[in-house]
Every structure is written in C-alpha cells, then in structure tokens.
C-alpha cells in the first residue's frame, strides 16, 4: 500500500510564495502520474496540476497556470507544487494523489490520496 505525505503549507501573505511536497512510501512506487487537488472550505476538491511520473509531463488548471509549478524527483519519490503569486482564493487544503490515467481532471481517476496540507492566503 503506497502512502503520500503533503506537507509545506502554511500562511503567507498575498502576492507570496510556498513550496508543497508530497512524499511516498510504502511498496514499490511507480505511479503512471501524479496530481494535486485543493479543497476551500464548502467547496468541492478541485483539480490543481498533474505530472508524468516518468516524463513530466504536465498539465493545470486554468486558475493556477503561470502561476503555480508541478514537479517530481524520482529517486526521492517525491512530487512538488511550487506556488507563486499567491491568491487568497488559493486558501484551501492542498492534497497530493496518485493518477490512473492521463489528462483527467476528475479526483475519480485519482487514488492513495494523502491526508492534505493547509495553505492559507491573506489578503
């Protein structure tokens, strides 16, 4: 069983910057591609970015692109979310994932979801 760790969140003020990480454990993990989601208070998870785990490829939401930065490093199994120009829209609790298919959207096509890490944005 794959086990994912966010962490890296935290408050900082608008127009900041923060650097999430997303940490795997467990079996041998060779995920097809990876993602992030966030979750605003009553609000549904939405999808934030995802990256091939073998070309890095990468794709976003048309809310953080420019802005935010997906990337991996394979030896060290780990997935980043580098976060710049931030929004206090962007307050939410960030959430890394596993992806079984590319190109999706849908946290339906995402499993061995971590526990999320808080990003707070004041204004």
């Known amino acids: 069983q794959v086990q994912l760790v966010e962490s890296g969140g935290g408050l900082v003020q608008a127009g900041g910057s923060l650097r999430l990480s997303c940490a795997a454990s467990?079996?041998?993990?060779?995920?097809?591609?990876m993602g992030w989601f966030r979750q605003a208070p009553g609000k549904e998870r939405e999808f934030v970015a995802a990256?091939?785990?073998?070309?890095?490829?990468?794709y976003y939401a048309d809310s953080v692109k420019d802005r935010f930065t997906i990337s991996r490093d394979n030896a060290k199994n780990t997935v980043y979310l580098q976060m710049n120009s931030l929004k206090p829209e962007d307050t939410a609790i960030y959430y890394c994932a596993a992806a079984r298919r590319w190109g999706s959207r849908d946290q339906a096509d995402f499993g061995s979801w971590g526990q999320g890490t808080q990003v707070t944005v004041s204004s």
């Open positions: 467990g079996r041998t993990f060779s995920p097809f591609a």
């Open positions: 990256i091939t785990w073998s070309a890095g490829g990468t």
